[in-house]
Nanobody, 126 residues
Framework: QAQLLESGGGSVQTGGSLRLSCAFS????????IAWFRQAPGKEREFVAT????????EYADSVKGRFTISRDNANYMVYLQMNSLKPDDTAVYYC???????????????????WGQGTQVTVSS
């Protein structure tokens, strides 16, 4: 059974950087489109970024464009989210999500993804 495991969260000051990692275990990683979502306290889970099966296409939420970069390494079953110029509004639990039910890309909705990690906390202080 496929699984996702996030790591790399932590606490940084405004303007700092973090790199989140998402490790996939299971079969056929290359069949999965992968996305990062985040959820702040009291708010709904929201889309952050997504990458297609081979890393050739990416999409970002407007709030993170130019600051975050998603990438994947299919040889090592990994997806990354490089986060630069962090702001207090970026504080949230960040989740990695996978979708393998077809070629459609991009997908922005929580319900588009059937595979989820447990999340990693990112805290940005002012």
């Amino acid at each position: 059974q496929a699984q996702l495991l996030e790591s790399g969260g932590g606490s940084v000051q405004t303007g700092g950087s973090l790199r989140l990692s998402c490790a996939f275990s299971g079969r056929a990683f290359h069949n999965y489109g992968i996305a990062w979502f985040r959820q702040a306290p009291g708010k709904e889970r929201e889309f952050v970024a997504t990458v297609n099966w081979n890393g050739g296409r990416t999409e970002y939420a407007d709030s993170v464009k130019g600051r975050f970069t998603i990438s994947r390494d299919n040889a090592n079953y990994m997806v990354y989210l490089q986060m630069n110029s962090l702001k207090p509004d970026d504080t949230a639990v960040y989740y990695c999500a996978g979708n393998n039910d077809g070629p459609g890309f991009p997908r922005f909705g929580v319900y588009d993804y059937g595979l989820w990690g447990q999340g990693t906390q990112v805290t940005v202080s002012s």
